[in-house]
């Protein structure tokens, strides 16, 4: 529906000039999402900055000729629009205005030149055509033709193992820890199923020195970056060795050291947040990004909003990661914004965009590597929207049968499933093979049942961890507080979990 | 599991005792009397918004996740009776769901707006405390967003953690212009829901989720209000006064029957509401018993207990026999593991009964 909008926001800015679009488009329905062209090149939305497939990375550059000068923020986005190729396919994206008055009398309006038009043309709300969702495997795990991208070409099969390794133990781990809140032994979980590409794949784009804002369901970068089994179930039952000292309920997961900063509930707070952060990057000058995670139901908040347009301002070096999968507890997106999704989003702020398909790890892996290039090399925002579902229910606490088909469910578990879409590329690549397979998951399970008995049995962090890290120093009312508290534990033991030591 | 253990010792409290329509007024027997069905608080609430949306063509029910019936299951077959124009899930957006709740109620709508947890209540707070607490005043009365109710679950569950048990009610105590309420019981919270939702002014309407389902009483079938601003004894007594509202209620209960063993007899008054509050019933009660004990979830620091102490003291100090205590959550974040002790206890409250009364 977008499409035709921003073509239009595109056609203000272009006049009568010509953009490129993608001819290789193939078409494949993203089910809940209704049909949505698969594209197997990497291309920032517009399709004006984009990866040829096979070309050397170092020359991705916006097409034609470079920038002059670097451009003032609002100026930079209106040259870097003007960069055209071909003609090929305008006519879908060309402007509806037909009758513009000549640049000499185009208004000087503060913040750059805008022609004038005799046509009283109201912008469509709907595009003529959505977004295609960039590819390079398909169902079957096959690559696409014209996807023989350069990051992939150079995916090494250590890094590939360990990819799809990740994706099993991340599943495995959905399954153990899942089970172990349905038998009382932790209070809460979520799961991530149905979105271990975005998760894994996406996280071994990145360097450990990037910095992660997560939500909640992307547990895999952690994973990826060294989080133990056991530091997982750890902080599931808030033991002394939770790195968030058991304040907080399952899956706040966090950690320093992997550069990944503590979750919180509230929906939407960490992505102006990841702004902060990034800019702090870019006054550091450090080789990395700022990379926040999101669903698609975040995205109505006011912070997502400011996050955006923040981030496309102060011209920082972050990428905005949204899974789009489809629900936000039980609301459809259909009930959570209009329009083509997340992706158009993107222009609308002044940032490039790209949707990818979720459930095809080697898009996620091209499409974010090639974001962390651009967000760092050019100090820019970038978004990227990966179609996924989810297959899980949004949390312990919730039945998604009471409002999703289960047959919906179960296609997009089965004939979807992203781990075993990777497993088919790995495998044809000799990579990997049942028996391999077999011990992967043996071991694994393994290690998980023992690292959740481990975590069980470690005690509770101590009471003084109550009324630490309320501020840098313990103040006065919290030390009366301890005291006063301690004192009517030794009046009525009974009242207390004896877990808890003294 | 601690928690499990905890959660346990609380249903056992409230299945054993379950209504303190015992000692209820003489209004609150009337209804009564009108025999009702046993319902737990969800499905109280529940009829309640179903009443509303019967009476007032007008009136509409909006939120995150309410048309499947809420994650609550407050507005379970709301949207199949009354249609998804009336009855619908917005976007996951508290400052647009207060915000179009005013616009929608200053048309003289009734806007009835969840949101999904008290703890999610915070973007929404410019749209009430600077929009809907002063639409009337601002405007010289001129337009108001009065047909405004806002409902949220609030309080402890036992395992909520940081940001699914939290008790927000004292900054929303700070804004005139609005007013906040929270029900004890089933039957309370049907008379109360509809008594804010037919208020001429915007109210946040905080509900105990921990007693969606563990709270249940006889609930009239029928349509009643029962009266805001208006506290209630629901436990006379001569030695102490107890003030509270919502879930701590029936910790404090406990203890009010525990203290009675040892010959204290206690006053126990649910606030109800606690914007404006009814100060008179309080009054009246500590110049009777000459002490007066406050009971939160929220952290002590600047919670609504501080406001009824200042005022009890400033109408009641030469009666006073002891300095007014309060039992509350602590000063810090709501914790998950350590919940148990953040909490303001039966224990806790019983020596502070005990220690006021020999002070
Ligand atoms: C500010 C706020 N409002 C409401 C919630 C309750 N809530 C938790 S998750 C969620 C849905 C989020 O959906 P989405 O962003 O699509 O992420 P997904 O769960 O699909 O990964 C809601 C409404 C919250 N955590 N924070
Ligand atoms: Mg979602």
New binding site residues.
């Given amino acids: 529906m977008l499409v035709r909008t921003m073509t239009i926001l595109l056609s203000i800015r272009l006049s009568s000039r010509k953009i490129i679009t993608h001819q290789n488009f193939q078409s494949k329905s993203l089910g809940f999402l209704g049909l949505v062209n698969h594209n197997s090149s990497v291309s920032s939305y517009s399709s004006l900055f984009h990866c040829k497939a096979g070309s050397s990375s170092s020359t991705f550059m916006p097409i034609g000729e470079s920038y002059p000068h670097k451009p003032h923020a609002l100026l930079g986005t209106l040259y870097s629009f003007l960069h055209y190729k071909s003609t090929e396919a305008q006519n879908q994206l060309e402007p509806q205005y037909t009758h513009e008055d000549k640049d000499d009398q185009a208004n000087d309006f503060p913040g750059g030149k805008v022609s004038f038009t005799s046509e009283m043309t109201f912008i469509s709300e709907t595009p003529v055509k959505r977004v295609p969702c960039f590819r390079v495997l398909d169902d079957n795990g096959d690559p696409i033709t014209y996807s023989n991208y350069e990051q992939i070409q150079q995916l090494s099969k250590e890094v590939a193992v360990k990819m799809y390794n990740n994706m099993v133990t991340l599943q495995m781990m959905d399954t153990v820890f899942y089970e172990a809140q349905r038998q009382g032994r932790i209070s809460f979980y979520i799961t991530t199923m149905g979105e271990e590409a975005i998760n894994i794949a996406s996280a071994a784009a990145l360097s450990i020195d990037d910095l992660i804002l997560p ?1 909640y ?1 992307e547990p895999g970068i952690l994973l990826w970056r060294g989080f133990t089994l056991k530091e997982f179930a750890d902080q599931l039952f808030g033991n002394q060795a939770d790195h968030g000292k058991g304040r907080q309920m399952p899956v706040h997961y966090g950690s320093n050291k992997l550069n990944y900063i503590t979750i919180s ?3 939407a707070t960490q992505l102006p947040q990841a702004v902060g952060v990034a800019y702090s990057l870019k006054m550091d000058r450090k080789d990395a990004c700022a990379v926040t995670y ?5 995205t109505s ?1 006011g912070d997502f909003h400011a996050a955006l347009n923040f981030a496309a301002v102060m011209e920082v070096p972050i990428i905005f990661i949204c ?1 789009n ?1 489809g ?3 039980s609301t459809p997106t259909e009930e959570q914004f209009r329009s083509d999704g997340i992706v158009v989003k993107g222009p609308a702020y002044g940032m490039r965009s790209i949707r990818v398909d979720g459930n095809d790890a080697l898009a996620v892996y091209a499409a974010v590597h090639t974001a962390r290039r651009m967000a760092i090399s050019e100090q820019r925002p970038v978004l990227i929207e990966a179609l996924t579902y ?1 297959v899980g229910h ?1 949390s312990t606490s919730d039945d998604s049968t009471k409002y999703r088909p289960v047959d919906e469910i179960e296609y997009w578990k089965k004939s979807r499933n992203p781990v075993n879409r990777f497993r088919r590329w790995v495998e044809k690549n000799g990579w990997w093979n049942d028996e391999d397979e077999l011990e992967l998951r043996n071991s694994v399970k393994k290690q998980l049942l023992q690292a959740i008995q481990v975590a069980e049995r470690i005690p509770k962090p101590p009471l003084a961890d109550l009324f630490s890290d309320v501020y840098a120093n313990l103040p006065s009312n919290l030390h009366e507080q301890e005291k006063l508290l301690r004192e009517t534990i030794k009046e009525h033991p009974q009242d207390y979990p004896s877990d808890v030591p003294m | 599991m601690a928690t499990a253990l905890q959660r346990f010792g609380r249903s056992f409290i409230l299945i054993s005792k379950r209504q303190f329509s015992n000692s209820s007024t003489s209004c609150e027997k009337k209804i009564a009397q009108q025999s009702g069905k046993s319902l737990n608080l969800y499905s109280a609430i529940n009829q309640a918004l179903h009443i509303a949306l019967e009476t007032d063509p007008r009136a509409y029910v909006f939120g ?1 996740d309410v048309s499947f019936g809420g994650v609550f299951r407050c507005t379970t077959g709301l949207a199949d009776r009354f249609g998804k124009n009336r009855v619908f899930n917005t976007p ?1 957006c ?1 400052q647009g769901i207060v915000g179009f709740g005013i616009g929608l109620a200053a048309m003289g709508n009734r806007a009835i707006a969840e949101i ?2 008290a703890d ?1 209540i915070y ?1 929404a707070f410019d749209q009430i405390v600077n929009e809907a607490a002063k639409f009337r005043y601002r405007s010289g009365n001129q337009f108001n967003c009065g047909g405004l109710t806002i409902r949220a679950p609030y309080g402890a569950v036992g395992h909520g953690g940081h940001y699914h048990s939290q008790s927000p009610e004292a900054f929303f105590c700070h804004v005139p212009g609005i007013k906040v309420v929270v029900p004890r019981s089933p039957q309370q919270a049907k008379g109360l829901l509809l008594s804010c939702i037919r208020d001429p002014n915007p109210v946040v309407f905080f509900e105990p989720k921990w007693l969606y389902r563990l709270a249940v009483e006889e609930v009239p079938e029928h349509d009643y209000m029962l009266p805001l601003s208006e506290a209630e004894v629901i436990r006379e007594g001569s030695d102490i006064t107890l003030v509270g509202w919502g879930a701590q209620l029936s910790i404090m209960e406990q203890a009010c029957l525990d203290a009675e063993k040892s010959g204290i007899s206690c006053e126990l008054i649910d606030l109800k509401t606690l914007i404006p509050w009814d100060k008179e019933t309080v009054e009246a009660s500590v110049k009777k018993t000459g002490r007066l004990l406050i009971s939160h979830e929220a952290p002590v620091t600047g919670g609504f207990g501080a406001e009824i102490s200042a005022s009890i003291v400033e109408r009641c100090f030469l009666r006073l026999e002891a300095p007014i205590t309060r039992i509350c959550g602590l000063d810090t974040p709501f914790p998950l593991v350590f919940e148990p002790f953040y909490m303001p206890t039966k224990n806790k409250i019983l020596d502070a009964i005990k220690s006021t009364v020999n002070y």
Avoid: C, K, M, V
């Fill in positions: 939500q369901r509930s509230p929906i999101f669903g698609d139901g975040t908040e899974r999968n629900w936000a507890i989810r949004h | 995150e996951l508290e999904q947890f999610y973007p």
